[in-house]
């Protein structure tokens, strides 16, 4: 790498290297990625970028630790020390991963002080699987002797992570591989890369054994080699629905294991015994969340049609009374989006709607008093049919519909006409409407009067929102292999 190039991260005490092996390491070039912070607009940080000879390190590293090192062959309490020990340091960093996260994405720094001890909670729970969770079933098989289901780890997995809320993602997929006894390849968004450098510094901190996890900073080219190499057994990926599909397909072609949490255009739908202005008060709430880069945001509100002017009323009034504006300002309620391409392309759906004939209620523009900074105003439309573009296409932005409907069953069926099932909800005071209503939505999480999701118990989508589930027990299966084991006797283990 030549010596004129600096590479620095506020944070991060390694952005000229990756963490391959258990060390930090030269890459093989020079390349580097520029992040931006979209409040300013201003370079934030520099960093290395992979090229193919780091992902074939980053692989191999993971397959010698795989496939001759400890951590597969050790106990999954054992395991789980490590897990509690990863959750302790994680609010060590709290600070650290917060400050990173609003000046990477613009994610609101009030919102980050929550960041870590999700993060933390997380790694504890998967800890306490170890003594609850069956890896190993006994049966009687129909020959006779002993039966035995064990679980195992699936191998060496990549989890590729996005931009939005890159230390939530990092958990959920890192921690129930950890648990597992799987090794792992942690690639980043070039965007968004600072957290995946502070786990690295977490895992050497805690002396996690060399090659478990391996941090990789690269773009989509290089990503793909890795999704393609055939020292990777297992790809688990959160991002949209058409690199979700090019990933499949990859992963087809040598039958890898894949989980895939891929994008949404979820449906809120009211019924005719619920407060519109509590409604529209929760829907501006959650829209505003990471400046709409949610995959599970509500972004389909299906109201009855007698109601539908009364309720864009209040969610206009709802929605422009958000405070947009500098994301480290613990007063504001909404920060900038991602970067100039996400803008670009949220103002161009909200140009795509107004074409179409929806009625703006709120926002549709640029926030005036801020001259610089990716912002745009939280943006409400009316009137959507839900045949318009802005009700098909993932915008991921604070953008929302409202979807007039005739009937209940009506509602239902616009909920369901979409290539999406990620979430959803149901605003009403009757919990056995909701009841009735959720289980005919296709859908992977269903909510009550509200933006709801639980990564305790499962989050993940029917249809083109994805394959596989992350969080709970439902987000550990992925990472285990069964194998069935058919003894004449049962092992010594058993007969204690």
Not at 161 to 173: A, S
Not at 451 to 480: C, H, M, N, V, Y
Request: glycine share 10%; with cysteine.
């Amino acid at each position: 790498m030549s010596d004129t190039i600096t590479l620095n991260h506020p944070h991060v005490a390694h952005a000229d290297r990756f963490f391959i092996g258990g060390e930090w390491v030269a890459p093989s070039s020079g390349s580097t990625i520029q992040v931006i912070t979209p409040s300013t607009e201003e370079l934030y940080a520099t960093v290395a970028e992979a090229q193919e000879a780091d992902i074939d390190r980053a692989v191999a590293a993971a397959r010698e630790a795989f496939d001759h090192g400890p951590w597969p062959r050790m106990s999954h309490a054992e395991r789980a020390k490590y897990l509690q020990a990863i959750a302790r340091a994680i609010i060590a960093r709290t600070g650290d991963l917060a400050t990173i996260w609003t000046s990477e994405v613009g994610a609101l720094r009030s919102a980050g002080d929550y960041s870590a001890p999700s993060a933390a909670g997380a790694y504890d729970y998967y800890a306490s699987l170890a003594d609850s969770f069956a890896f190993e079933e006994r049966h009687t098989p129909q020959t006779g002797g002993t039966g035995l289901l064990v679980r195992e780890p699936v191998g060496v997995v990549a989890a590729i992570i996005p931009w939005n809320g890159p230390l939530g993602l990092i958990t959920w997929k890192c921690a129930p591989a950890l648990l597992a006894g799987c090794t792992v390849i942690v690639k980043p968004s070039p965007e968004a890369p600072g957290a995946a450098y502070i786990m690295a510094e977490i895992m050497a901190e805690i002396g996690l054994p060399k090659g478990v996890f391996n941090v990789v900073t690269a773009d989509r080219e290089v990503s793909e080699l890795l999704v393609r190499h055939p020292g990777v057994d297992k790809v688990t990926f959160t991002g949209s629905s058409a690199a979700g599909k090019r990933i499949a397909s990859l992963c087809g072609e040598r039958i890898a294991r894949c989980t895939l949490e891929l994008g949404g255009k979820s449906a809120g739908i009211i019924l005719d015994d619920y407060d519109l202005g509590k409604a529209a008060k929760s829907i501006a709430g959650s829209a505003r969340m990471m400046t709409g880069q949610v995959c599970s945001s509500l972004t389909r509100i299906i109201v009855p049609r007698q109601r539908h002017d009364e309720l864009l009323d209040a969610m206009g009034a709802a929605f422009s009374a958000i405070k947009v504006g500098d994301p480290f300002d613990r007063t504001m309620e909404m920060g900038p989006l991602a970067m100039k391409r996400q803008r670009d392309r949220v103002e161009m759906y909200i140009a795509k709607g107004k074409a179409e004939g929806a009625t703006v209620a709120a926002g549709g523009g640029r926030p005036k008093h801020l001259d610089r900074g990716y912002f745009v105003e939280p943006t409400v439309f009316g009137n959507v049919d839900n045949n318009m573009t802005i009700a098909r296409e993932e915008i991921f932005g604070p953008v929302v519909s409202v979807i007039p409907a005739d009937s209940e069953d009506q509602a239902i069926a616009i909920a369901n006409d979409t290539v999406f099932g990620l979430n959803a909800s149901v605003f009403t005071n009757d919990c056995d409407r909701a009841y009735a209503i959720a289980r005919e939505i296709r859908a992977g999480t269903i909510g009550h009067n509200g933006f709801k999701t639980d990564f305790s118990i499962a989050f993940g989508g029917f249809k083109q929102s994805g394959l596989g589930r992350e969080g709970g027990t439902e987000g550990l299966l992925p990472f285990l292999e069964a194998k069935t084991v058919i003894l004449d006797n049962p092992p010594s283990h058993l007969k204690e």
